[in-house]
C-alpha cells in the first residue's frame, strides 16, 4: 500500500494562477480531508468529504473548491491564488468505520504563491 | 468538541522517559482523547487513544486522569527520532464527520 498520496511536493505560483492539488488513497477509506498548515500553526481544516459523493466546508474554505472524483481520490483547486494562501496542504483520509478513527495524512505539497 | 491546552515546548534526554501534558478540562462523556505527532516537514502520525482507562501500544502510554480532565503522554524511552511536535486532541466519535481539530501543540526536543 502506498497510503496517502499527494502531487505534486512542491509549487510555486504567481498571484491569479489556478492549480489543483491531487490526493489519492488506496486503503479503502471512506472520508479524506483537506487541512493547510502556516508556519508555526497546528493544522486547519479547509474541506473534507464524509463520503463519495459528498463534501463539506471545514476552518477555512475561502478561496478553495474540492472534488471527490471517487472514493480513492479528493482534490484541492486553487482557483485565484493568492499570497494568503503559501501554506504546505496535507490530504488525510480515516480508517474504515469504527473507533479510533486514525486519521493517515500525506507527505504534504508545499505552495508559495508569490 | 472540547478544547486543550498544552505547553509550547519541553526539552527531554536521549534515552529518558518523555511525559507530555494536556488539559483539556471541558471534555464531554463521550469524546476521546488522541495524540498525534509531527516530525518535521512530515504529514501527523496517529500515536494512541483512550476514553477513560490507561493505554498502552508499541509507541507510547496514555494516562487519562480519573475526571478525565487531564492526561499525559508517556514515550518510555526517547529518541532522537522523536523530536516532533505532539498534538493533543480530544473528539467525539458521533456524527459522520470524524474531524480532528489541530492546535499548536508541544515541541518536544529529545537532546543527546
Given at each position: 500500500n502506498a497510503g496517502v498520496t499527494q502531487t505534486p511536493k512542491f509549487q510555486v505560483l504567481k498571484t491569479g494562477q489556478s492549480m489543483t492539488l491531487q490526493c489519492a488513497q488506496d486503503?479503502?477509506?471512506n472520508s479524506m480531508y483537506w487541512y493547510r498548515q502556516d508556519p508555526g500553526m497546528g493544522l486547519r481544516l479547509i474541506y473534507y468529504s464524509a463520503s463519495e459523493g459528498t463534501t463539506d466546508k471545514g476552518e477555512v474554505p475561502n478561496g478553495y473548491n474540492v472534488s471527490?472524483?471517487?472514493?480513492?481520490e479528493f482534490s484541492l483547486r486553487l482557483e485565484s491564488a493568492a499570497p494568503s494562501q503559501t501554506s504546505v496542504y496535507f490530504c488525510a483520509s480515516i480508517r474504515a468505520?469504527?473507533?479510533?478513527?486514525e486519521q493517515y495524512f500525506g507527505p504534504g505539497t508545499r505552495l508559495t504563491v508569490t | 468538541d472540547a478544547k486543550t491546552t498544552q505547553p509550547p515546548s519541553m526539552d527531554c534526554a536521549e534515552g529518558r522517559a518523555a511525559n507530555l501534558p494536556c488539559n483539556h478540562?471541558?471534555?464531554?462523556?463521550n469524546e476521546y482523547v488522541y495524540w498525534y505527532r509531527q516530525i518535521h516537514s512530515q504529514g501527523p502520525q496517529y500515536i494512541i487513544h483512550g476514553l477513560k482507562n490507561n493505554e498502552t501500544n508499541e509507541m507510547a502510554s496514555l494516562i487519562i486522569t480519573e475526571d478525565r480532565k487531564s492526561s499525559t503522554l508517556i514515550l518510555p524511552h526517547a529518541t532522537l527520532r522523536d523530536t516532533a511536535v505532539y498534538y493533543c486532541i480530544v473528539r467525539s466519535?458521533?456524527?459522520?464527520?470524524n474531524k480532528l481539530i489541530f492546535g499548536t501543540g508541544t515541541l518536544l526536543a529529545v537532546q543527546p
Open positions: 486503503m479503502n477509506h471527490r472524483l471517487n472514493k480513492r468505520s469504527s473507533i479510533p478513527y | 478540562s471541558t471534555i464531554s462523556g466519535t458521533g456524527g459522520a464527520t
